[in-house]
């Protein structure tokens, strides 16, 4: 039975049995702010079980992708070292809200795993929380399960809790012995020490109980059930596998990685964890950036970037010397093409943005662990065997080593790390990864409407342009609720249904006002509190609004017209880009307002100008035909099945609307949009810049915007008509040939200046603003520092270069005041790059100048406005060279 083969098993045997099948939600939860990724089947229907969200289903069933890399859930260490652990992995999952409970999910358990995937009963035993005697009767008077082979446990493994507070109850497990002669004991003990002789299959959660801020548990009226079972395990049980990655789900890449490290596997040694990560990284790498994360410093795509420097590391222990993981990403969408097709079409995207961060990790490697076998030998020196924090940081923020990296490194030379340290220094850093998310303000936030769980306000955007005579149920001020808003405050209104748009997909909130016989309210902006509680964002303009009142409520229609033309206008850009780019285009975020447009998609290299003409082209042809829009209501999987495409970023509901833009365009939104193309009568890009690795920006303007963005540039093209005498056709030529003479003059002064600043006899000592070049030897480095206000940056370079050729060793570091802006540029010697590196020297220096920068080991520069402190910076340089130089 292959892996597929158990997905359509399980799946059909909960459809048969009244389960609606809901596709896997993407990697990156929605309106979850308190995750970073999706890390368990039952993520997506939260707000169900919380009762913030209603589904037109009580059963559900699907096989979810899930990433176990940070948190309370990390995997991480684990992967590749046991049989069972994975960072990406697929939940098989049923669910019930309310409808069956305890019973019918024990029978239905058992069923499918003895009778429909054969599993021998006398191999399984079955787990419940001490207290739960009705699980423990179940197994055993209605299943047949022995006695003696239902085993009871405390909280720490057989209770769960979603959180401090909210839903909660026991669970059950079902455990798989593998054989005694993995490892011989009593059963009991084995399995609550987690021994690999037994498998955890499945884990069915009875969610019964509501649990208190003081820890009290009161009963749920309506109890419900979430079960969990990993795909790879039971796929491993069912093929007679004793690890998961003897399956089919990882064979074929741990096969490929093999190859390319020419080795054989098993090979009983350390290089059989090196290529078993492998493979588990490059499935996690590959669904992550399907799912629209790129490489970064911060948050999911800091864990991005860890998964794919941790697998090129092991690469390199098993002798691949070049970027590889890219490779593999074409075979991960071939194994999962049954379940995830969408893979095969995004695959070259995939691997281009892979191979970009491996280049760019190889790029640092060398040096790093260069640096690292210093502090190894510092380390036991000192006799210690703790490698410090502070130099374990250095590698982190220098050369892009992950902690766990070096915590690798360390183990493989018998020492460790100190931790702690290590967590203090990345306090004084800006913030990065966990530290950057924002989720529990976020969580905070939306306890205020905790009183209006149970409000379900009907949205009637699409019905009517204004409602009269709408009642008010309930005010909010200053986060508190409230019986009255009166004139001048502000605050937020919740009304029983609303012609309002809330702020959704990308698409700005309405604005308008609130009119009723005593008050009158301006409505600036329109949003979800939660899933199904619209909320209006409103200040009071005349009289007093009271819960209980009825108010006419009034959207500002021509600027919804504005944005429906943007709306329409991004299917349009979408649909062109894929045209022009190819299918691994994928829109990644996207912002709709009156004014301009904003569409973030993944692409791996910037638009060309022809690509961006093709892309207009395309985009005002679907505009001139004036083609009717065409929108319905469907269930989400026929929406699917119609063609219609999803944004990994959205979370959808049971039923979706579908907007089809004749054969050129066909989305799933809830947006509002324009009646014909022709409506929005003209596009132009503005704007395409770079967001992140793999990741491109369009802005536009259409309608109005986009002619008055025309005819400012026609004032622009008149101005400089007129400016240089000359006509429109002779621009170009006439810019040309001033921008000539401009370099030939800079390049005279240029020659003036070298010679002014160097001379034959060596570093001249008093010019460039009066400051002396200040020479410090610091751990057996020359450090040259100097400050030369009026030189531009390229002579900077060029002068820092010239200094360092007749260092032959050292270090130079130049400031300069130019054009009211502050520049730094630091340069090393080859030789020393090992010892201290330019870009940690600028790294640290430029926030004290208020600006970025970056560059190679040996050369980096920054630039920004705070030239007051110019001094300061270079001043801090002996100091800054003498704690980073090894």
Known sequence: MTAQRVRETFLRYFADRGHKIVRSAPLLPKDDPTILFTNAGMNPFK?????????GYA????????????????DLETVGRTAKHHTFFEMLGNFSFGDYFKREAIAYAWELVTRVFGLPADRLYATVYLDDDQAFRIWADEVGVPKDRIFRYGKKDNFWAMGDTGPCGPCSEIHYDLGADIEAGEPFALIEKGSDRFVELWNLVFMEFDQGPDGTLTPLPKPSIDTGMGLERMTAVVQGKRSNYDTDLFMPLIASASELGRREYPAGDEGDVSVRIIADHVRAATFLIGDGVSPANDGRGYVLRRIIRRAFRQGNLIGIDRPFLFELVGRVADIMKDAYPELLASAEYIAKVCRAEEERFAFTLTSGLRYFDQVVRETRERGSAVLPGDRIFKLYDTFGFPLDLSQELAREKALSVDEAGFARELEDQKQRARLSWKGEAKRKEKLVYEEFRDVKVRSCV????????????????????????????????????????????GQVGDTGSLKGPRASALVENVFFATPELIVHSVKVLAGEIRAGDRVDAVPDIARRRAVSGNHTATHLLHAALRQVLGDHVKQAGSLVSPARLRFDFTHYAALTREEVRRVEEIVNGQVRSATQLETRVTSLDEGIREGAMAIFEE?????????????????????????????????????????????????????????????????FVAGLEKTLSVARRDLPARIEKLQARVDQLEKELRELRKKTITGAGGIASGEGGGVPTLVHTIKGISVQVRRM????????????????????????????????????????????????????????????????????PDFAQSGGPGVASLGKALEDVPALVERLAI
């Open 462 to 505: 699409h019905e009517t342009a204004e409602m009269a005579d709408v009642r008010v149920l309930g005010l909010l001020k200053d986060g508190r609720r409230a019986e009255a808003l009166a004139a001048g405050e502000a605050g937020e209104v919740v009304l029983e249904e609303t012609p309002f748009y809330a702020e959704a997909g």
């Open 651 to 715: 979370k959808y509901g049971e039923t979706v609307r579908v907007v089809g833009i004749g054969d050129f365009s066909k989305e799933l939104c809830g947006g509002v949009h324009v009646r014909s193309t022709g409506e929005i009568g003209m596009f132009k890009i503005v704007a395409e810049t770079s967001v992140a690795a793999g990741m491109r920006r369009i802005e536009a303007v259409t309608g109005e915007g986009a002619l008055r963005y025309v005819a400012e540039l026609e004032d």
């Open 59 to 74: 059963r559900a069933a699907s096989v979810q992708k899930c990433m176990r890399v940070s948190g309370k859930h990390n």
């Open 789 to 856: 206000d009026g030189l531009a940056i390229a002579e900077l370079r060029d002068t820092a270069d010239s200094m360092k050729q007749k260092l032959k060793s050292g270090v130079v570091v130049l400031g300069a005041e130019t054009d009211g802006k502050a520049f730094i540029v630091a340069s090393v010697t080859k030789d020393l790059v090992g010892r201290v590196q330019a870009g940690a020297i600028i790294k640290a220096l430029a926030p004290v100048i208020g600006g970025g920068g970056g560059g190679r």
């Open 47 to 55: 707000n169900v079980f919380l009762g913030l969200e209603t589904r």
